[in-house]
Each structure stands twice: as C-alpha cells, then as structure tokens.
C-alpha cells in the first residue's frame, strides 16, 4: 500500500519547471478563430466577467430609440484580472457587448424594466496584435463573424472617446477608479471625465 502511495504522489505532484495545471487551466480564453479567419463566438461569455449594463444608451442626443435597449459587456477573466494588476487590457482581451429588449410589467413587476430572454443582437471587441491591434466583430449568427472593415464608425469613436486603450472604461464603474490610480487614462480623455464647470451667477 505504502509504495503505491508514494508511486501515486510522485505523478500527482507538478514537476519542476512546468507550471502547475491551476495557473493554466484558463488560458484558452481568449479569441479563436476559423479556417477562414473569422471570429468564433465565445460559446460561454456569460461565465466571463460582467463589467456593466446600459439602457438606452445613445453617442447621438437626438436619438430616441422606439424601444428601449439593454446593453451588457463581459470580459474574458483573464483580461479582467491584467487589467486589476495594469489598468489596462493586455493582447487577447475580448469584450462582448450583449443586447436584450427592455420588457415592461410581468409577473409580479409593476415599474420600470427587465431584459427579455431572448439576445437582440451581439458585438465583440477584440484585440489581437497578431492581426493588427483591436478589431470589432457583429454577428449576425452565434457561430462566427467577420470584422467590421476599419472605415466603419467604430474605430474612430473609439479612438476619439475611448480613455483606455480605445476602449469606453467610463462606463465600467468597477475599473474606472483602477485606471485613475494606475494612471492610465489617455491625456486626452480627462476632459470628458472633468465635472461640467458651474453656470456663473447672474
């Protein structure tokens, strides 16, 4: 019994210069691709980090949208925890951007909104250095997508409002203040988190 035992723990046991199978389990997180080279869908993001959720959210203050929409943006965990550690996103993040219908009275709710159950539409911001820095990826299936062409509007509100890395960290209240501390908010882009001045007294 006792040999056995022994036998049992020395192949239990990491080996030196390997890393433990625990440090490594998750590093297949981040983006995959096809043959073709479009990007797969991440089968189970709503297991990833879920970093904020919008309703209505407009970049236009004209727009009045004739139904209310949630947006929700999960982060693969280990971009999550790098950005914990740098205030920033390291190559292989990819953020996905949920939308739901916003519903009305059901069941025993009587004001405001919950999301329908069924997805209304699906974004994915990745970067990936290897093909170029961030690209942003709509699907119109939960298989695979293209990317969005780098004329599309995207890349340039991004560049232009984006305050970390070209990516909208203002509306993700966890990680806002660590990118304050770590000093990683672009020069640029304190304007627009500067409070409004106050209206002069007449």
Not at 69 to 89: C, E, I, Q
Not at 105 to 128: M, Y
């Amino acid at each position: 019994m006792l040999p056995s035992l022994l036998l049992l723990l020395l192949f239990a046991a990491p080996h030196p210069g390997k890393e433990p199978a625990a440090k490594t389990a998750d590093a297949g997180d981040g983006p995959t691709y096809t043959e073709s080279g479009e990007l797969r869908l991440p089968e189970k993001y709503r297991e990833w980090i879920f970093l904020t959720s919008g309703i209505d959210m407009s970049y236009s203050s004209t727009a009045d949208p004739a139904h209310s929409v949630f947006d929700n943006v999960f982060v693969n965990p280990n971009a999550y925890r790098s950005f914990l550690s740098t205030g920033t996103w390291p190559d292989k993040t990819v953020m996905v951007l949920e939308t739901r219908a916003a519903e009305g009275a059901a069941s025993i709710n009587k004001r405001g909104h919950t999301q329908s159950p069924g997805i209304t539409g699906l974004e994915v911001h990745v970067k990936d250095n290897s093909k170029g820095g961030w690209a942003f990826y709509g699907f119109s299936n939960p298989v695979s997508a293209a990317p969005f062409p780098r004329t599309a509007p995207c890349y340039t509100c991004h560049q232009q409002h984006g305050i970390v890395d070209t990516t909208f960290v203002q509306f993700y209240p966890t990680l806002l203040g660590i990118a304050k501390e770590k000093k990683t908010i672009s020069p640029e882009m304190l304007k627009e988190l500067a409070p409004p001045a106050p209206a002069e007294a007449k």
